[in-house]
């Protein structure tokens, strides 16, 4: 897919135009992060479609919010292993996050590295150069909220679909 919806892009766009903003008046996307992560999965949280650049649903499929309020929605202070921990709630499988910031670059070259000879196999290089900094287990405890908030989603792209569909 040529298209990255769920991609740090879309992120970037909206805390540009949405905030927050450092005490420096720059755009925060690490606190928008968190901030939006440590909300859990309240019923009346807005959903974002980020269909900005591109959507796998096809091209009637835009990038909308879905449920704003003028009030706040549900927010709390979170730590760095929130982002994971959704990762791992919505996919229902444990995930390991690594001491890479540049874990492609990093795979790339352990693969040029077994492509060259210097290594036998994944198991050898990976043994060598990659170091697991934290783990996140699912929480089953989630799983019914996720799956309330992706059938949301799934009806959202509906409708958008829908709404925009060309005859």
Same mark, same amino acid.
């Given at each position: 897919?040529?298209?990255?919806?769920?991609?740090?892009?879309? =992120?970037?766009?909206?805390?540009?135009? =949405?905030?927050?903003?450092?005490?420096?008046?720059?755009?925060?996307?690490?606190?928008?992060?968190?901030?939006?992560?440590?909300? %859990?999965?309240?019923?009346?949280?807005?959903?974002?479609?980020?269909? =900005?650049? %591109?959507?796998?649903?096809?091209?009637?499929?835009?990038?909308?919010?879905?449920?704003?309020?003028?009030?706040?929605?549900?927010?709390?202070?979170? %730590?760095?292993?929130?982002?994971?921990?959704?990762?791992?709630?919505?996919?229902?499988?444990?995930?390991?996050?690594?001491?890479?910031?540049?874990?492609?670059?990093?795979?790339?070259?352990?693969?040029?590295?077994?492509?060259?000879?210097?290594?036998?196999?994944?198991?050898?290089?990976?043994?060598?150069?990659?170091?697991?900094?934290?783990?996140?287990?699912?929480?089953?405890?989630?799983?019914?909220?996720?799956?309330?908030? #992706?059938?949301? #989603?799934?009806?959202?792209?509906?409708?958008?679909?829908? =709404?925009?569909?060309?005859?």
């Amino acid at each position: 897919m040529s298209t990255s919806p769920a991609g740090a892009v879309c =992120l970037d766009w909206a805390v540009r135009r =949405l905030g927050p903003w450092t005490a420096m008046g720059e755009p925060d996307p690490k606190a928008a992060a968190a901030e939006a992560f440590a909300g %859990g999965d309240a019923r009346d949280n807005p959903l974002f479609l980020p269909f =900005l650049y %591109g959507s796998p649903h096809g091209p009637d499929v835009e990038g909308a919010w879905v449920g704003l309020r003028g009030r706040r929605f549900a927010c709390a202070v979170a %730590g760095p292993a929130a982002p994971t921990q959704l990762l791992a709630d919505v996919l229902a499988i444990p995930v390991e996050v690594t001491d890479s910031d540049e874990a492609g670059a990093r795979g790339a070259a352990m693969l040029a590295g077994i492509g060259t000879g210097q290594f036998t196999d994944l198991d050898q290089v990976t043994d060598r150069w990659v170091r697991v900094i934290r783990s996140q287990e699912p929480r089953s405890s989630q799983a019914h909220a996720r799956n309330d908030r #992706y059938r949301r #989603y799934l009806a959202a792209v509906k409708a958008i679909q829908t =709404l925009n569909a060309t005859d």
